[in-house]
């Protein structure tokens, strides 16, 4: 079974776009936009893997980070970056994500990330 996957974005068209690739490449992908609907997805459907934009309008990725690893320490996070943030990324790892990727996506270096975090969740729970 392919990774249940929450896909946290407020670029709604590149979350749609991505959400609906992952699907056809039969993993259950979900998008939100808001960071209300992810720490709501996150509570209730307990995803294998988050993919969270670092920049969202009302918190900043690294927040959010910290709630989803205090809902359910054992959800991986993979960061999403377009701006190459090197202290960022290193503040995220610090706080827990699993990985980051940077944008515009390779989707086989993202699908493998996905795969390797959802291994990793699998060896702990």
């Known amino acids: 079974m392919q990774a249940n996957v929450l896909l946290v974005d407020d670029e709604t068209e590149f979350a749609l776009a991505l959400a609906e690739r992952l699907r056809l490449r039969s ?65 995220a790892i610090r706080n827990g994500a699993y990985e980051y990727i940077m944008k515009p996506l390779d989707l086989g270096e993202l699908i493998m990330k996905i795969n390797n975090a959802k291994k990793k969740r699998n060896s702990i729970s």
């Open 27 to 91: 993993y259950d992908a979900r998008a939100v936009f808001h960071v209300e609907d992810a720490i709501a997805a996150v509570q209730s459907a307990s995803p294998d893997v988050v993919l969270l934009d670092f920049r969202m309008p009302g918190m900043d990725g690294i927040e959010v980070l910290k709630i989803i690893k205090k809902i359910d320490p054992t959800i991986e996070v993979i960061m999403l970056t377009g701006h190459g943030d090197v202290r960022s990324v290193e503040e």
